[in-house]
């Protein structure tokens, strides 16, 4: 998450300061004439900006059930928390390119192929469920954070198991391509569990599964666990369980290299912070009832909390 950085002049340097007045007078009309030239014929805007000017029309990358960051409601629209943040991005994209009247094109993604979207220049932000960590950051870049989750199970409720060495032998279904798997590999390795461990493509084939009997646990992100439960109202069938496998902290996606695109996608958080819509845009989709009429309750940790304060530019924030 970027900082910002706030640099002052020593006395023994206003020297300096003096004698560039006349560069930096040139350079701002530089910059301000790449400007221009970037709203009229897209010169000198990164890649994607270019590209998104060039067609009028932004593509956001949606899952199908990953509630309530990226989903379907009753007419198959994509809905959700993260597209919400996506079309803000959208907003600033619009002032960046000069078009207010951009167009959004949704594309469907899995946890399997949504990187490759990226990276392909199918998409161009993901918007779902996405951890941001280290060894993804090489090859794409992310948002400031807009949500933090863990990896947990999800077992039916007369079952005995209340933690992952409670699955000795028995299986457990993941979704392909998610840091899940990963944690569940790990945990397996590190208890000697002898885990069978299967993948589904994506999150709402790894909940049939479990319902159908043909896994013992399923096992990704506990929000999204608690997303499904609700959205399938079957508190009374299952329940979430055991400690954190894993750190999962969330980001919109989009492609790394380009840092007016970086720099455009904190803006968008920036503004959402300062008018203090983050929390408000959180409790819609957390705690207040769904436009598909389930309800979560999950109330914003305190961590994510104060990442949304440090998102906060406004004067009244640094009083």
């Not at 932004?58 to 409601?73: K, Q, T």
């Not at 508190?235 to 894993?246: A, E, I, N």
């Amino acid at each position: 998450m970027g900082q910002i950085l706030a640099r002052s002049l020593t006395s023994g340097r206003l020297w300096l300061a003096a004698s560039l007045l006349g560069t930096s007078f040139l350079l701002a009309t530089s910059l301000f004439a790449t400007s221009a030239s970037a709203q009229t014929g897209g010169e000198g805007l990164s890649p994607t900006l270019q590209a998104i000017k060039k067609a009028h029309t932004v593509r956001l990358g949606y899952r199908e059930s990953s509630p309530p960051f990226s989903f379907l409601d009753q007419s198959g629209r994509p809905i959700g928390y993260s597209l919400e943040l996506c079309e803000a991005i959208v907003e600033e994209i619009g002032v960046e390119v000069d078009d207010p009247n951009l167009k959004i094109d949704y594309v469907k993604v899995t946890s399997d192929d949504r990187i490759d979207a990226v990276l392909q220049n199918k998409i161009d932000l993901e918007c779902g469920s996405t951890t941001a960590n280290a060894e993804r950051g090489k090859r794409v870049a992310f948002s400031p954070l807009m949500f933090v989750a863990g990896t947990k199970l999800m077992v039916p409720k007369a079952s005995n198991v209340a933690g992952v060495t409670d699955l000795k032998g028995k299986t457990v279904v993941v979704t392909k391509g998610t840091t899940n798997e990963q944690a569940m590999h790990a945990a397996d390795k590190k208890f000697s569990l002898g885990l069978n461990i299967v993948t589904a493509s994506d999150h709402e084939q790894s909940y049939q599964m479990l319902a159908e009997g043909k896994a013992d646990a399923f096992a990704t992100d506990d929000i999204l666990l608690f997303g499904l439960i609700a959205r399938h109202k079957a508190q009374d069938k299952f329940r979430v369980t055991g400690d954190y496998l894993s750190y999962d902290p969330y980001g919109i996606m989009f492609r790394k290299g380009e840092p007016q695109l970086s720099a455009l996608v904190e803006r968008a958080f920036r503004k959402l912070g300062s008018n203090r819509d983050l929390v408000p845009l959180y409790n819609k989709w957390f705690t207040a009832r769904l436009p598909t009429g389930e309800r979560l309750n999950v109330p914003i940790s305190l961590q994510l909390e104060e990442a949304f304060k440090a998102m906060d530019d406004s004067a009244s924030a640094n009083n």
